[in-house]
């Protein structure tokens, strides 16, 4: 079943859109602030999560479809289990990339103010939560012109007008100023590199920490950033 991931225009107050300048100018300033970037992109979303439940997103196959009957936390993870899994498993590598980069995991379950429908709410949080786990499965780091690479493959897999403003703003102060061009060439081949993989969003990742990253990576068509080819 196709899944449109198209972006739609998102439709704000003027109330709204005061917010949305006001988060965006301080992180044009400073890219590590976190709760400013989450505030936008739960401000600029809702359109599009409404969009994506209502293209079917998990109604894709019956791992969807218990997904969203179950809604499980992925913040609430039990990160000491994970840490005591092989490095070369999905959940080993997740632990280790959160303890490696410092991360604090528990911001992904930011409160969700702006958000008054509980399915779009569930749904905003798993993105969230889905983050770290994509740095992960795309062999990202978390230097700002590697979260930039990470959007633009994120725009391909969920189409947020967040991703849109982190890929082209952050991409002028990460990918132009600080003058990485290769870098800056492989921001459609990320975004394509998100296109063309299976939804991710669909995924019970909580059902998947035993099996090798590979074979994920395999499973879904993910083909890690860093050995796409140009």
Not at 67 to 89: E, V, Y
Request: with cysteine.
């Amino acid at each position: 079943m196709p899944l449109s991931r198209h972006t739609r225009v998102p439709q704000l107050s003027a109330a709204d859109l005061r917010v949305l300048a006001g988060c965006t100018l301080r992180v044009l300033r400073d890219s590590n602030r976190t709760l400013d970037i989450i505030r936008a992109e739960e401000l600029s979303a809702q359109t599009q999560l409404k969009s994506l439940l209502r293209a079917g997103l998990f109604e894709l196959d019956d791992e969807a479809r218990a997904l969203f009957a179950d809604r499980p936390i992925l913040a609430q993870t039990d990160l000491d289990a994970l840490r005591g899994k092989p490095a070369s498993s999905l959940g080993g590598a997740f632990a280790r990339f959160l303890d490696a980069h410092e991360l604090d995991y528990a911001l992904s379950a930011q409160p969700t103010p702006f958000t008054r429908d509980p399915d779009a709410a569930w749904l905003l949080h798993r993105i969230r939560q889905s983050h770290d786990l994509w740095h992960v499965l795309v062999g990202l780091g978390t230097r700002g012109h590697e979260e930039v690479l990470i959007h633009a493959f994120s725009l391909g897999q969920t189409g947020l007008p967040s991703s849109i403003l982190i890929a082209v703003l952050g991409g002028v102060k990460h990918l132009v100023f600080e003058r990485r061009w290769r870098d800056l060439a492989g921001l459609w081949r990320a975004y394509g590199i998100g296109r063309r993989a299976r939804p991710l969003l669909g995924v019970y990742w909580e059902r998947h920490w035993d099996e090798p990253l590979t074979a994920i990576r395999a499973r879904y068509g993910v083909v890690p950033i860093s050995r796409a080819p140009s």
